[in-house]
């Protein structure tokens, strides 16, 4: 049953809309409209429509500040069973108070304020919530998030029933709920377990290290396909291979010698017989020799490989063993392989 003031708050918000300080609103079309929203929600009130009452006064106090609106508000939720948010809605109509000069009718609803603040008060229910496990856990209380810091201490919350949720990185979700009467209070205790995934060890899918000696049985070691046959003619391959290798060599060095041996001559061409130097004619005529040498001995060398590698004996090579053909082209030699 609501009081005797409540039955006029309709007219009382009329009044005091109208004749309030502009001061209180944006403007006067928000005045006119939240002057429209008291008087539905007051008609609301009357019907015991508790929803549509809260509804109305909500948005009338958004758009026109004033305790009488703020009071139908906290009617409304006190109606609900809300009486968590009713109470701070009355608490706050009484700490604003009122200013010198304010119309009657906001004085008026800051005294009702502290009538029915107390009637609403002694319903205000409390929990504890206790989450055991994680130093950090995500948790919501009738999927409204509670802060860490409001663990294990009493929390205000309306008589009924109420469900706790509690979630980590790492851990199995849980859950919980309890029933509060009016003025009761409950505990809410929630113990996490870490979860089978994350509690797994990376170690176990890894094979097991070696450790120690390793214990290798006795008797001949097999042959495998990496272990290579050393006969003659992979001896003789050999042997050709550097032979060319180095014949290669020689060749180069004679023709870079050539080269220099050709500018030093076009050289000496210019200064002799006028200005013509000993040490330069020496000169020209050790790098020719370099050349010459270079060349014969590259060719020889070259020469005696290349017919070492095609009169070498084939052999037979298993899986994985090393291969080499030599081919010869115009102007060019080589060798195809495959390891």
Same mark, same amino acid.
């Given at each position: 049953?609501?009081?005797?003031?409540?039955?006029?708050?309709?007219? $009382?918000?009329?009044?005091?809309?109208?004749?309030?300080?502009?001061?209180?609103?944006?403007?006067?079309?928000?005045?006119?409209?939240?002057?429209?929203?008291?008087?539905?929600?007051?008609?609301?009130?009357?019907?015991?429509? &508790?929803?549509?009452?809260?509804?109305?006064?909500?948005?009338?106090?958004?758009?026109?500040?004033?305790?009488?609106?703020?009071?139908?508000?906290?009617?409304?939720?006190?109606?609900?069973?809300?009486?968590?948010?009713?109470?701070?809605? &009355?608490?706050?109509?009484?700490?604003?108070?009122?200013?010198?000069?304010?119309?009657?009718?906001?004085?008026?609803? $800051?005294?009702?304020?502290?009538?029915?603040?107390?009637?609403?008060?002694?319903?205000?229910?409390?929990?504890?919530?206790? $989450?055991?496990?994680?130093?950090?856990?995500?948790?919501?209380?009738?999927?409204?998030?509670?802060?860490?810091?409001?663990?294990?201490?009493?929390?205000?919350?309306?008589?009924?029933?109420?469900?706790?949720?509690?979630?980590?990185?790492?851990?199995?979700?849980?859950?919980?709920?309890?029933?509060?009467?009016?003025?009761?209070?409950?505990?809410?205790?929630? @113990?996490?377990?870490?979860?089978?995934?994350?509690?797994?060890?990376?170690?176990?899918?890894?094979?097991?290290?070696? @450790?120690? /000696?390793?214990?290798?049985?006795?008797?001949?070691?097999?042959?495998?396909?990496?272990?290579?046959?050393?006969?003659?003619?992979? /001896?003789?391959?050999?042997?050709?291979? $550097?032979?060319?290798?180095?014949?290669?060599?020689?060749?180069?060095?004679?023709?870079?010698?050539?080269?220099?041996?050709?500018?030093?001559?076009?050289?000496?061409?210019?200064? %002799?017989?006028?200005? %013509?130097?000993?040490?330069?004619?020496?000169?020209?005529?050790?790098?020719?020799?370099?050349?010459?040498?270079?060349?014969?001995?590259?060719?020889?060398?070259?020469? /005696?490989?290349?017919?070492?590698?095609? @009169?070498?004996?084939?052999?037979?090579?298993?899986?994985?063993?090393?291969?080499?053909?030599? &081919?010869?082209?115009?102007?060019?030699?080589?060798?195809?392989?495959?390891?």
């Amino acid at each position: 049953m609501l009081p005797p003031f409540a039955r006029s708050t309709a007219l $009382v918000v009329t009044l005091a809309l109208t004749s309030a300080p502009s001061v209180f609103a944006q403007s006067a079309a928000d005045r006119a409209t939240a002057r429209q929203l008291g008087q539905d929600g007051q008609a609301a009130l009357d019907a015991k429509d &508790y929803a549509a009452a809260e509804d109305h006064f909500r948005r009338a106090d958004a758009l026109f500040h004033a305790p009488t609106l703020l009071l139908g508000y906290a009617r409304a939720e006190a109606g609900l069973g809300k009486v968590v948010n009713a109470s701070e809605a &009355y608490n706050r109509i009484i700490r604003e108070g009122v200013s010198p000069g304010a119309p009657d009718a906001f004085v008026k609803a $800051v005294e009702a304020a502290k009538t029915e603040s107390a009637a609403v008060e002694a319903r205000l229910a409390s929990v504890t919530v206790v $989450v055991s496990g994680p130093d950090n856990p995500t948790v919501v209380l009738d999927d409204q998030p509670l802060p860490v810091a409001a663990l294990g201490v009493k929390r205000p919350v309306d008589p009924g029933a109420h469900v706790v949720k509690a979630s980590a990185d790492g851990w199995d979700p849980a859950q919980t709920t309890f029933d509060v009467l009016d003025a009761g209070s409950a505990n809410a205790t929630l @113990t996490m377990k870490r979860s089978a995934v994350a509690s797994a060890s990376p170690i176990a899918s890894q094979p097991p290290a070696l @450790t120690g /000696a390793v214990n290798v049985p006795a008797g001949p070691v097999p042959e495998t396909d990496h272990v290579s046959h050393t006969g003659g003619g992979g /001896a003789q391959t050999t042997v050709g291979w $550097v032979g060319m290798v180095v014949g290669g060599v020689g060749i180069a060095t004679g023709a870079v010698a050539g080269v220099l041996a050709i500018g030093k001559h076009s050289t000496l061409a210019g200064e %002799c017989p006028a200005d %013509c130097k000993q040490s330069d004619i020496d000169s020209y005529h050790a790098i020719g020799a370099v050349s010459t040498a270079g060349f014969i001995a590259g060719g020889v060398l070259a020469g /005696a490989g290349l017919v070492l590698v095609l @009169t070498a004996p084939p052999r037979t090579s298993s899986a994985g063993a090393t291969t080499v053909t030599p &081919y010869i082209g115009l102007g060019s030699f080589g060798a195809l392989g495959s390891f």
